[in-house]
């Protein structure tokens, strides 16, 4: 998945010849339905307060105050998300702004656009009304990259025949999608999270048994489904 991260492109394990045909088919439908070339997304955030720690969903780059990311080509229905985790450096003491540009030529007509969205963060003391402040998609969104990230660690366990490491990830993988479902209870991703997060741990039990090689394969497929939720295909 490295080189499809630094590519910024797509992940696919192939476990059967005939499976070949329908990837190229779903790639190459991607090329002709490209609706926006040299998307990019700028974050722009108060440093005084904020810095940001990380990112989910697509790696980005750090410019003073300001968060950008490469989306290059995005094709029609095409959904990308991203996450950035900020760290407080200092206490909040006034409400704060985050400035989000959108930019991208249009695949046809090549006319550069740019959109401009502003988003306020008001701090609270007041606990109930921080616990109504919140957006269902975010918080699904919040649960997903995060248990994506620990399923990932936890395969790296599995690699090493750590068993009982990897199991206690995905434990804590399933507690975190479950508790997101108490805000996101309609969310098809989250359920669909979770049966793969559960379905995974059982085949851990499996793997227990495999020969080497079978674990190999089995590990490449799931890295493959990870991935695919991660870029949200």
């Given amino acids: 998945t490295a080189m499809a991260e630094s590519g910024n492109g797509n992940y696919y394990f192939i476990d059967k010849a005939d499976r070949i045909n329908s990837i190229f088919a779903k790639e190459l439908n991607g090329l002709v339905s490209v609706i926006a070339n040299n998307t990019k997304v700028s974050v722009n955030y108060p440093s005084f307060y904020l810095s940001p720690s990380t990112s989910f969903g697509f790696k980005f780059d750090l410019k003073n105050n300001q968060v950008n990311f490469d989306l290059k080509d995005v094709a029609s229905q095409e959904q990308k998300s991203m996450l950035i985790k900020f760290s407080i450096q200092n206490q909040l003491t006034e409400n704060i702004i985050f400035n989000t540009v959108l930019e991208y030529d249009n695949a046809i007509s090549k006319i550069h656009f740019t959109t401009l969205t502003n988003d306020t963060l008001i701090p609270t003391l007041d606990k109930p009304k921080f616990d109504l402040a919140f957006n269902e998609d975010a918080i699904a969104n919040i649960a997903m990259f995060e248990t994506n990230v620990i399923t990932e660690n936890a395969m790296d366990d599995l690699d090493s025949r750590s068993y009982d490491k990897c199991q206690a990830k995905l434990g804590s ?29 059982r085949q851990v039990e499996k793997a227990k048994n495999m020969k080497d090689e079978e674990l190999n394969v089995m590990q490449k497929a ?12």
Avoid: F, G
Wanted: avoid cysteine; glycine fraction near 0%; hydrophobic fraction near 25%.
């Fill in 173 to 201: 993988a399933r507690a975190i999608l479950v508790e997101s479902k108490k805000r996101s209870p309609n969310n098809k991703e989250i359920d669909k999270q979770i049966k793969i997060v559960d379905e995974y741990d």
């Fill in 222 to 233: 799931y890295r493959s489904t990870n991935y695919e939720i991660k870029k949200k295909k």
